[in-house]
């Protein structure tokens, strides 16, 4: 493909007797927002650094702009990176500490000046040349450690969860504004994260990850309506997993009654998991062809309540705008198309 | 927070600032005593100073010890530095035998050092004398640069060297010009420190000299073998004076580098 920036081909990794990647195989197109996003522990950090440099992957290679640069040191990559703590220079100002890239590639100071200003005034920080960064809050370090990154001008920029360390509030606008930076940049940014939402915002691609394998890629949209599998289905908001079986094609069976639903392909009486969105669900009267049940909880969360309606041995969550009481029996509707069947999940091979 | 404190702690507290300063006071004192003798104050007078200054034995000890002290302090910052930085780098078992391997000839009793340090030159055969002292002092000043380097490093941010890679530094470069920056309040504060335990030694310095070589502590020694002259007790004096100013110096600045951090 002829706008594909980065490769990973089969990329391994272990430390020791650990296996922390298997043959992770990925194509980062150039000037997408990309995020690899997974609970810790999914090699998530491990792929951005394989990627940086920093560490050396087992087996695989990888690619940038069609050359394979597995033994090109970090120091010589055309990508710039913005650590998790930012890992600016606390003995140097805010200007020294922007200026330190270009300085090593023997930029003159003119421009250096003229580029370092730019820079600041796209993150909202003119007039800090001369701060100490000690003395700056954990938002504003964020921004010097991105005007430092991306005033060498790379093709691709790394975010290793550059957002983690602020408070709600700021995280949001650091969202937004890293998103328009990006796009008036017009430059390659690999994410990593392991907030959702956070990646469902910003992305133009998300890759779910866990265990040290790629779960799913694909666009916000598509892992939030078509997860794979139950664990992008969990991970991706969230979601009633529900033991089920498939009868036939287009037919299956879960909390004693039978539904129509999109899905085919599967053994006659497979057993799967069925995933449904807590706001899919419709509550209405109770009817003998649906799913009826007892609220027994119900929670307000400001846009909409939460409810787990108990139905046998089975709880489920809903969302709802209109409250219910606790303890009345209402029932469950819901659309064939929101009805997802996914394969049990297979128990980690390790 | 401001506490008040009770008569009986205040006295307490100053009871044991005499029995822990009351000698040096008395020898400060005399040093200032124009007679010769110890009972009797002969009045106030600055003679003891002006022969300690003219007393050429003491004036080449004198040479000796700064000179050892500024070479052993700068060879060992260097050493020492280079040390921590791998030592911090290097895996966590590794690292906790190597930090603990570094701790111990701090705690080894002098006169072991020193014996163990003569033993070693005499083996291989090494005249003992100013080289030997200088060697010595170098050993023992390791470890202190170490331990001052050391809690630099873990404040450090531990994607720093990282970063400056990333941003086009070669390796090198990026020790130079990131690491040891940030660092250096450690390396100061390594260099002070080797710099007053080099002034300070005795027993070390005593058991590598030789041909005629003395620092001033031995010089002291060797004088008070021949009786306490009251020179002697201005150039203690003398040497308290700059162990303490140094000392003073090392501590205010990890008390400021410490509210720094507060901040």
């Known amino acids: ?48 650094r394989i990627i940086g440099g920093f560490e050396h992957q087992t087996s695989g290679n990888v690619y940038f702009d069609g050359q394979l640069i597995n033994d090109v040191p970090p120091h010589k990559r055309q990508l710039n990176t913005v650590f ?47 701060r100490a960064v000690t003395s700056l809050s954990g938002g504003e370090q964020q921004r010097i450690a991105i005007a430092r990154a991306l005033v060498n001008h790379p093709r691709v920029l790394l975010l290793d969860e550059p957002l983690g360390a602020l408070d709600l509030k700021l995280r949001k606008e650091m969202q937004t504004e890293l998103k328009a930076i990006q796009q008036a940049l017009g430059i390659t940014f690999i994410f990593v994260t392991h907030d959702q939402e956070e990646a469902l915002t910003m992305s133009d691609t998300v890759v779910v990850m866990k265990g040290g394998k790629i779960q799913q890629i694909g666009t916000p949209i598509g892992i939030y309506n078509e997860p794979v599998n139950a664990f992008v289905a969990d991970f991706i908001g969230e979601s009633n997993i529900i033991d089920g079986i498939m009868n036939e094609d287009y037919v299956c069976t879960f909390g004693g009654k039978t539904f129509d639903c999109t899905d085919c392909g599967f053994a006659k009486n497979e057993p799967v998991d069925v995933v449904i969105r807590p706001e899919d669900f419709r509550m209405v009267m109770p009817r003998e062809e649906i799913i009826c049940g007892i609220v027994e909880n119900i929670v307000f969360k400001g846009v909409h309540y939460e409810m787990h309606v108990k139905s046998g041995e089975i709880t489920y969550l809903v969302h709802s705008t209109i409250p219910e009481v606790v303890g009345t029996f209402v029932g469950l509707e819901v659309e064939p198309f929101d009805i997802h069947i996914m394969k049990k999940s297979q128990p980690e091979e390790n | ?143 202190y640069v170490i331990l001052s380097v050391m809690p630099k490093l873990r404040q450090l941010d531990k994607n720093a060297y990282e970063a400056a890679i990333d941003l086009g530094a070669t390796p090198l470069r990026a020790f130079f010009s990131v690491i040891i920056p940030e660092i250096s309040p450690g390396i100061v504060t390594g260099a002070i420190l080797a710099f007053t335990m080099s002034i300070d030694d005795f027993v070390i310095s005593f058991f590598t000299t030789g041909g005629g070589v003395s620092t001033l502590s031995i010089e002291i020694y060797t004088m008070a073998k021949r009786g306490i002259k009251p020179e ?31 901040q």
């Not at chain 2, 050892?68 to 030592?87: D, H, Y």
């Not at chain 2, 700059?242 to 600045?253: D, P």
């Open chain 1, 1 to 48: 493909m002829k706008d594909n920036l980065i490769r990973l081909e089969n990329i391994s990794m272990s430390y020791g007797e650990k296996q922390v990647l298997k043959s992770i195989n990925l194509d980062v197109r150039d000037k997408e927002f990309i995020t690899f996003l997974g609970p810790s522990g999914c090699g998530k950090t491990t792929t951005l």
């Open chain 1, 84 to 130: 998790q703590k930012y890992a600016l220079f606390t003995h140097l100002n805010v200007y020294d500490n922007i200026a330190f890239g270009l300085r090593i590639s023997k930029t003159p100071e003119h421009e250096i000046k003229e580029r370092v200003q730019k820079m600041l005034s796209m993150v909202n920080l003119s007039g800090y040349e001369k």
């Open chain 2, 232 to 262: 002697i007790n201005a150039l203690s004096a003398i040497m308290f004076l700059v162990v303490m100013t140094l000392l003073i110096i090392v501590n205010v600045r990890s008390s400021n580098a410490e509210k720094k951090r507060e």
């Open chain 2, 1 to 143: 927070m401001k506490k008040k404190l009770s008569p009986l702690s205040i006295i307490y507290s100053c009871l044991i600032f005499v029995f822990l300063y009351a000698p040096i006071a008395v020898l400060i004192i005399y040093s200032f005593n124009a007679s010769k003798s110890r009972g009797t104050w002969g009045g106030f007078s600055l003679k003891w100073y002006a022969e300690l200054f003219s007393n050429s034995d003491i004036m080449s000890a004198l040479v000796t010890t700064l000179t050892i002290a500024v070479i052993s302090a700068a060879v060992s910052v260097v050493i020492g530095t280079a040390a921590a930085v791998g030592i911090y780098y290097s895996k966590r078992r590794t690292k906790a035998l190597l930090t603990s391997a570094a701790n111990i000839p701090m705690l080894n009793a002098d006169i072991v050092t020193g014996i163990s340090l003569l033993l070693l030159f005499t083996f291989l055969k090494i005249d003992l004398g100013y080289i030997t002292i200088l060697l010595a002092h170098i050993t023992f000043n390791i470890p």
